[in-house]
């Protein structure tokens, strides 16, 4: 079992930046796959990265590639979405997700452990 504890969400304007944090806690995070997913108001929750438990392999959404970076440090159990050059067309609910593997997938229902979510807002 894995309990994921997002932070680091927030206002910011348009070009800004902003630092998502995502502790867990239960396990050692080096067997879990990581990603972070978002959610807008009215739409699907979308993928948006993931990195491998050992942090050596990335996937981006192709629309977020070059804006947004994943990392991890394992040694903190912690997970990291640094998204710089922020757009109001990012304002959405942000979620960290674990899965009992290793390896990741762009599938959210390949995730068996989630956050609760923080709110990103990007103003114009």
């Known amino acids: 079992q894995v309990h994921l504890d997002e932070s680091g969400g927030g206002l910011v304007q348009a070009g800004g930046s902003l630092r998502l944090s995502c502790a867990a806690s239960?396990?050692?995070?080096?067997?879990?796959?990581m990603a972070w997913f978002r959610q807008a108001p009215g739409k699907d929750r979308d993928f948006v990265a993931a990195?491998?438990?050992?942090?050596?392999?990335?996937v981006y959404a192709d629309s977020l590639k070059g804006r947004f970076t994943i990392s991890r440090d394992n040694a903190k159990n912690t997970v990291y979405l640094q998204m710089n050059s922020l757009k109001p067309e990012d304002t959405a609910v942000y979620y960290c997700?674990?899965?009992?593997?290793?390896?990741?997938?762009?599938?959210?229902?390949?995730?068996?452990?989630w956050g609760q979510g923080t709110q990103v807002t990007v103003s114009a």
């Open positions: 990195i491998t438990g050992s942090g050596g392999s990335t």
């Open positions: 239960g396990r050692t995070l080096s067997s879990y796959g």
């Open positions: 997700a674990a899965r009992d593997r290793p390896s990741v997938v762009m599938a959210k229902n390949g995730y068996n452990y």
